[in-house]
């Protein structure tokens, strides 16, 4: 089975500073880790995913991802917030070698940017 | 390229009504996945397809839903009779073959927000 936590439902953080947006996850082998944005009306959009290799992940927009294999942990990171970024964001977990073709979504994490 | 397309964007119709959503994948990708999104319940897979053919429908609610994928470039999710509860946003999504070393991202559509009435 696989399994994602996001334990904060809205993170606020003031324009130009970093923001951190939090995921957890659980699979039985290794896992392939994803990011997804949503704009309100709009569909979910890839912004950066941890498949094998370096554990700092850049993404679209200047997010970037850390994975702590560890920690079980994917989190997502921006040095400078801006306004613009405040939308709703999602964490995703597939197990590399099983659960069919299923991505895992979390129950995402509202973030608001403020000036 | 064009991204993954759904119609209608919105749809209101009394209960009982049948309801047809249809999906455009974008050309060339190999699977499609049906959501469901909800304030309650979240991001739901209800159903994926592999090369048209239904692999895992385990998410689908009950009989009242259905999907077919007739041909590469077409799906439809339809609800017969519906319901107010399946009021919801219906997300389509696609992608190349995600057991791909570089684990291939799904893409997806505008949504369609279906309001039972």
């Known amino acids: 089975a696989q399994s994602v936590a996001q334990p904060e439902d809205q993170v606020n953080v003031a324009e130009g500073n970093p923001l951190t947006v939090k995921c957890t996850y659980s699979?039985?082998?290794?896992?392939?880790l994803f990011w997804y944005v949503q704009y309100p009306n709009r569909g979910l959009q890839f912004l950066l995913k941890?498949?094998?290799?370096d554990n700092l992940v850049k993404g679209s927009y200047g997010f970037e991802a850390e994975f702590n294999k560890s920690q079980t942990s994917f989190h997502l990171k921006k040095p400078s917030a801006l306004v613009s970024d405040s939308a709703l964001y999602f964490c995703?977990?597939?197990?590399?070698w099983g659960g069919g073709n299923k991505l895992t979504f979390g129950t995402g994490t509202q973030l608001k940017v403020e000036l | 390229d064009a991204g993954v397309i759904q119609s209608p964007r919105h749809e209101v119709t009394e209960m009982g009504q049948e309801v047809t959503l249809r999906c455009k994948p974008i050309?060339?990708?190999?699977?499609l996945f049906w959501y469901r999104q909800t304030m309650m319940r979240g991001l739901e897979l209800l159903i994926y397809?592999?090369?048209?053919?239904?692999?895992?429908d385990s998410g689908m609610p009950e009989d009242r839903f259905s999907a077919k994928m007739p041909n590469a470039s077409f799906s439809t999710l339809k609800i017969q009779p519906s319901e107010p509860r399946d009021s919801a946003v219906y997300f389509c999504?696609?992608?190349?073959?995600?057991?791909?070393?570089?684990?291939?991202?799904?893409?997806f559509g505008d949504g369609t927000r279906l309001s039972i009435l």
């Open positions: 050309s060339g990708h190999d699977y």
């Open positions: 995703a977990v597939r197990d590399m």
């Open positions: 699979v039985s082998g290794n896992p392939y």
């Open positions: 397809f592999n090369n048209n053919v239904p692999i895992d």
């Open positions: 941890y498949i094998t290799g």
């Open positions: 999504a696609s992608s190349l073959d995600p057991y791909r070393d570089d684990g291939q991202p799904q893409h």
